[in-house]
């Protein structure tokens, strides 16, 4: 499984991006898909993932900023993220889990500017 992300930037304070992740291969058969960021100097952490149910799980940061959807037509993830922080700043990955192995794409940065 190939992921690519796109989507990131440099916005101000209170902006708005959305994230592309278009995967090589049908999101049915997933059984996970999420976003994770990592910001310099720090770990890895969630975002918010998404089940193949529809069932979300989002990171108390980002709770009523950001959404994760999907279109499988397109095979494709998305993050709508508004109201970003600075604190946002970070690179952002998609990830899939399917058949008990996980699959990373290999980032987006996004930079928020106060």
């Known amino acids: 499984v190939q992921l690519v992300e796109s989507g990131g930037g440099l916005v101000q304070a209170g902006g708005s991006l959305r994230l592309s992740c278009e995967a090589s291969e049908t999101i049915f058969s997933f059984n996970a898909m999420g976003w994770y960021r990592q910001a310099p100097g720090k770990q890895r952490e969630l975002v918010v993932d998404i089940t193949s149910g529809g069932r979300t799980n989002y990171a108390d940061s980002v709770k009523g900023r950001f959404t994760i959807s999907r279109d499988h037509a397109r095979n494709t993830m998305y993050l709508q993220m508004n109201n970003l922080k600075p604190e946002d700043t970070a690179v952002y990955y998609c990830?899939?889990?399917?058949?008990?192995?996980?699959?990373w794409g290999i980032g987006t940065q996004v930079t928020v500017s106060s």
């Open positions: 990830a899939v889990e399917a058949g008990g192995t996980d699959y």
